[in-house]
C-alpha cells in the first residue's frame, strides 16, 4: 500500500515540476530568450531527477508484478521525454519568431 501511495505522489511531483519548467521557459514577461532558456534548463535538470526517481519507484517490483519494467517504459519517464521534446520545439519555434523580424511583419526594413 506504501508502494502505490508513493508512485502516486512522486507521479504527481513530476507533473509539476515539468509543469515549473514549462512556465519558466515561455512565461517569464520581459525577459530575453538567453535568460529563459538558462532558467528552464536549471529547473529541466530538476525536473529530470523527480521523474527518473518516479520512474525507479514505477520500476520497483511489486507483488503482482513478477519482471522489472524497464525505467524508460515508466510513464513519468515517458512523460519526461515527451513534454521536453515539445517545450525544446516550442522553444525553437518562439526564439524563430521573434529573431526573424521579416517573416513577422514583411513591411519592415529586411536588409541585413
Known sequence: MFL???RTLSFFLS????YWVTIAAFFVPGSRW????????LRLAFAACVCFFSGFLFSWPSRTQRRQPAITSTLPVQLFFWTLAAI???FVGSWYVTSVPCSINPTSDCSF
Do not use: K
Not at 507533473?15 to 515539468?18: K, M, R, T
Not at 538567453?34 to 534548463?41: D, N, T
Open 4 to 6: 502505490e501511495l508513493s
Open 15 to 18: 507533473i509539476l515540476s515539468l
Open 34 to 41: 538567453e535568460e529563459r532558456l538558462i532558467l528552464a534548463l
Open 88 to 90: 525544446v520545439l516550442l
